[in-house]
Every structure is written in structure tokens, then in C-alpha cells.
């Protein structure tokens, strides 16, 4: 089964304070690609990174940073420093190739809430 | 700003009415998606297209009738509609129709209200 979960449903932290969004996936594929999309209150769905899955190097970005680890099958979400307009909802998403397309399903989401 | 522009932003709709949603993007990707997100739940995927064909169809009702004319452009023509059609509706492009390359480019979206 191709599947994404994200346990957290909501998260609320105060400004300045680290949080972690957590993001479990399956899939039989060997090749699939793994991201995670931020939801503000506008609507559009905003691309933050794209992994697949021959790479497993960590990044950071700014006071984003992603540890991928194939081993427990998780793609976690780390922003360091939070600040206010970091809230929103934020998804985790995998793609895999079904029927001659790529197929993108996503988490259910988690709801991040950052209090002044 | 996006470079997947959806029209209208927002439609209400009866239920007796024909009404569509358009997508476009010029960014010469080979595939398009239609994906409908209710509120505080993730987008579901409805329709997949790749290289103008209908690739993936996720049992969707036949109210709900995509069309891609061109490789820029998408259509969803809504016919008959209920009340629990009301949603968001995502457009997104993909640069490739046939290898999984990654990211989905998304519109701004098309909110539908069905009265």
C-alpha cells in the first residue's frame, strides 16, 4: 500500500521556539519522491522540498532543515526559530509512478499554530 | 506568483446548473492534475493527465467531466452538482507525463459553492 501519515493533527508553539512536524510513509516502490507543502490561510499549496529516494543527505534551508531516514521510513519537518507567519498547515506528501503518471497522494496534514 | 492560473477563484453554482474550471500554465509540463480538497482535510486526487490523455481517473462521478484540450490547457466541466461537491478545487502540472520527476505545481485554486 502507497500511503503517507502524519501523526500530529495540531501543533501550537510560541514564537522562537523549535517544532517538528513528523511524516511516516509506506510504499513498495523503490523509486518515489517524498515532499512537503505548506497551506496558509490563502489556499495555494506552496512547494518547500522534494527528496527521492536514492538520497537520503539531510538539508537545511534557512530555519527549515528535513531528516530523511529510509530506515524508519520518515521524512521529518524541523523549523528552528519559529515565527508567527510559519502557521499554517503543512502537508506531507509522496509520489510514485501509477498508470503511466506520477501519483502525488498527501498526509493528512498538521495544523501548525504559532503564537506571538 | 504561480505560474498554474485557475479560473474562476471563486463560483456558486445550483444544482441544476453547467458550469466549468479552467487551468492553465505554459511551463511546457506534460502532465495536469485536478485534485479537490475539502476544509482541514488534504487535497484528494480526482483526474490525471499525461500527454493530453486521461492516465488516472480515482472513480470519480461523472457530474464531474475533465477535459485537456491542449498541453497548457484543462478543463473540469461540473454538471448536476450536490451541496457536498463545495470545495477547493487544485489544479497542478507536472514538468514530465511519464517518469515520476517530483514536484506538482499547484494553482491558486477554484472555491465552489454548491447551493
Known amino acids: 500500500a502507497q500511503k503517507v501519515t502524519q501523526a500530529q493533527t495540531e501543533i501550537s508553539v510560541v514564537e522562537k521556539e523549535d517544532v517538528t512536524l513528523d511524516c511516516v510513509y509506506e510504499t513498495r516502490d523503490t523509486t518515489y519522491y517524498l515532499f512537503w507543502y505548506k497551506q496558509p490561510p490563502s489556499g495555494e499549496l506552496v512547494f518547500l522540498i522534494r527528496r527521492n529516494s536514492f538520497d537520503e543527505q539531510n538539508e537545511i534551508s534557512g530555519r527549515y532543515s528535513w531528516n530523511f531516514q529510509k530506515s524508519t521510513s520518515s521524512f521529518n519537518f524541523t523549523i528552528t526559530a519559529s515565527q508567527v507567519v510559519d502557521s499554517a498547515v503543512y502537508f506531507c506528501?509522496?509520489?510514485?509512478?501509477?498508470?503511466?503518471?506520477?501519483?502525488?497522494?498527501f498526509g493528512s496534514g498538521t495544523r501548525l499554530s504559532i503564537r506571538p | 506568483d504561480t505560474e498554474v492560473t485557475q479560473t474562476p477563484k471563486h463560483l456558486v453554482m445550483g444544482m441544476t446548473n453547467k458550469k466549468s474550471l479552467k487551468c492553465e500554465q505554459h511551463m511546457g509540463h506534460r502532465a495536469m492534475y485536478w485534485y479537490k480538497q475539502k476544509a482541514k482535510k488534504p487535497p484528494e486526487l480526482m483526474f490525471v493527465?499525461?500527454?493530453?490523455?486521461?492516465?488516472i481517473n480515482e472513480s470519480v462521478p461523472s457530474r464531474f467531466s475533465p477535459e485537456c484540450p491542449n498541453s497548457s490547457l484543462l478543463n473540469l466541466h461540473l454538471h448536476a452538482l450536490q451541496p457536498e461537491d463545495s470545495a477547493l478545487y487544485l489544479c497542478a502540472s507536472s514538468p514530465s507525463g511519464t517518469v515520476n520527476t517530483g514536484e506538482l505545481f499547484f494553482g491558486e485554486g477554484s472555491r465552489l459553492t454548491v447551493l
Open positions: 506528501a509522496l509520489s510514485f509512478l501509477y498508470s503511466s503518471a506520477s501519483k502525488i497522494i
Open positions: 493527465y499525461s500527454y493530453e490523455k486521461l492516465s
